[in-house]
C-alpha cells in the first residue's frame, strides 16, 4: 500500500537566500496550485495582504483586528509566499503575521496560520561581520569601478571612509583611490555597501587620471581592508577585521558581449535551471534584475536566481516546469561588468560631438525555443 504523505504549511520567521536583506515572514510547504494562484496575483498587491499580512501587536489593542499593517513587499517562492518588511522588525516590538488563502478561493486550508513574535535585541547577538565582497574573484581588472561590501547585520552610516581603504603593494593605504561620495552608498537594508573606485582616475581623457594615472596597476597585488571598527546599527563593532587580497588584471574596457553568452537550456517539463554562462564577470548587484525570461508574448517567468562563478554565470529556475514554447531572455541596458562597461558602450569611450550625447536606452533579447520531443 502507499501511503502519501502531506506537508502541512508552515509560517516562520526567516530570511530571504538571495539577498542581503533584513528577517522576513514566509510561508512554506504550499501546494503547487496554490503558489501558481498566488502567482497570478503577484502585481496586485492588495491581494496578497489580504492572504498573508503582517501587523504591528500594540498592547493596548491586543483584542483589535484594526491593527496598523507593516509595509514591504511580496515574493512568490518555489512552494511558498514571503514577505518582506520595507524596513527592520524592530527589537522589542511585537508583531503578528497571519496566512489566510480564503480571499483567493481556497477553501481547503482548515484554519489560519497565526505567528505571534518579537525580534530579539541586537545586543545580546552575535556581532555583524563581512560575510561577502563582490566581486568574489582574486585576479580583477586594472579598471575595476566599484566592490561590494556585505555585511551579516544592518550597519551605521558614516564610518566607511574612515575604517575602508585600499592598501597598496607595500601594504600602506594607496592615495585619492577610492572615492568618497557626500552620503555612503547603502542599499535599503543597510546591510550592503557601494565602494566606488575614484571614476576620474579610471577614464582616460580626464584630468585626474591625466595627472594620477588610473587607481590600480597591472600586475600588482592590493588588499581592501575593512576595519573592525566598523558599527552596525546598535553601535557594536565588527566581529573581527576583513581583508580581500586581489592580483590585478589587464583593463576591460569594451561592451559586453551579449553574443558571445553561452545559454545552456533546459528540458521541456522539468525543473531544470536556465543558466548563462558570461565570458568576463558582470556586475553582481545589476546581475539580480538586469536580466529576465518571458515567454512568448507574455509575461516574466517567475522563478529563483542564482549567481555564481565569480559572477561569470546566472542561473534561473522556474517555479513550474518548462513548458514547451518560444521564451526570450530580456537583458536591460543598465546591465554593466565590474568595470562599468555596459552593454551599449565601453565606461570610459572617447566623448563624441555634442549631437551624440543623447542618453542611450534599450534592451535586447536571446530569443530560444523548447521542443515538445513528444511531437
Not at 564577470?281 to 546581475?287: M, R, S, T, Y
Not at 507574455?298 to 561569470?312: C, F, T, V
Request: proline letters at 11%; a neutral charge; glycine letters at 6%.
Amino acid at each position: 500500500m502507499r501511503i502519501q504523505v502531506t506537508l502541512q504549511p508552515i509560517l516562520r520567521l526567516d530570511h530571504d537566500p538571495q539577498q542581503i536583506t533584513n528577517a522576513c515572514i514566509g510561508v512554506h510547504n504550499l501546494d503547487p496550485d496554490l503558489v501558481l494562484c498566488l502567482g497570478e496575483h503577484q502585481w496586485a498587491e492588495p491581494s496578497l495582504q489580504s492572504v498573508l499580512r503582517v501587523s504591528v501587536i500594540d498592547p493596548d489593542m491586543r483584542g483589535c483586528d484594526e491593527l496598523p499593517n507593516v509595509l514591504g513587499r511580496y515574493r512568490i517562492l518555489e512552494a511558498g509566499l514571503r514577505f518582506v518588511p520595507r524596513f527592520p522588525f524592530e527589537p522589542g516590538v511585537r508583531y503578528r503575521a497571519s496566512f489566510d488563502p480564503r480571499p483567493l478561493g481556497r477553501a481547503g486550508y482548515p484554519e489560519v496560520l497565526t505567528l505571534e513574535f518579537s525580534p530579539p535585541n541586537p545586543a545580546r547577538a552575535e556581532p555583524a561581520s563581512v560575510t561577502n565582497v563582490f566581486p568574489s574573484a582574486d585576479v580583477l581588472p586594472e579598471n575595476l569601478l566599484r566592490f561590494y561590501v556585505c555585511f551579516s547585520r544592518a550597519m551605521r552610516r558614516g564610518r566607511a571612509e574612515e575604517h575602508i581603504s585600499l592598501l597598496g603593494p607595500e601594504g600602506r593605504p594607496a592615495p585619492d583611490v577610492l572615492y568618497r561620495p557626500p552620503v555612503e552608498l547603502w542599499d535599503r537594508s543597510m546591510r550592503c555597501l557601494t565602494v566606488l573606485l575614484d571614476p576620474g582616475r579610471l577614464k582616460r581623457w580626464v584630468g585626474p587620471n591625466r595627472e594620477l594615472g588610473p587607481p590600480l596597476k597591472a600586475a600588482q597585488r592590493y588588499v581592501l581592508a575593512i576595519g573592525s571598527e566598523m558599527v552596525d546599527s546598535t553601535g557594536r563593532s565588527l566581529r573581527q577585521s576583513f581583508h580581500k587580497p586581489f592580483l590585478v588584471a589587464d583593463a576591460v574596457r569594451e561592451p559586453i558581449a551579449v553574443a558571445r553568452w553561452k545559454v545552456q537550456l533546459p528540458a521541456p517539463k522539468s525543473w531544470q535551471p536556465l543558466t548563462i554562462l558570461f565570458p568576463k564577470p558582470l556586475d553582481w548587484a545589476l546581475l539580480w534584475h538586469s536580466i529576465t525570461v518571458v515567454s512568448d508574448g507574455g509575461p516574466s517567468i517567475l522563478g529563483q536566481i542564482a549567481i555564481d562563478r565569480h559572477e561569470k554565470q546566472w542561473s534561473f529556475a522556474p517555479l513550474s516546469p518548462w513548458e514547451p514554447g518560444r521564451y526570450s531572455i530580456r537583458v536591460t541596458s543598465d546591465l554593466e561588468d565590474a568595470c562599468g562597461n555596459s552593454v551599449l558602450a565601453a565606461f570610459d569611450r572617447p566623448l563624441r560631438p555634442g549631437r551624440d550625447l543623447a542618453v542611450e536606452t534599450g534592451s535586447c533579447s536571446i530569443p530560444f525555443e523548447l521542443a515538445d520531443s513528444a511531437h
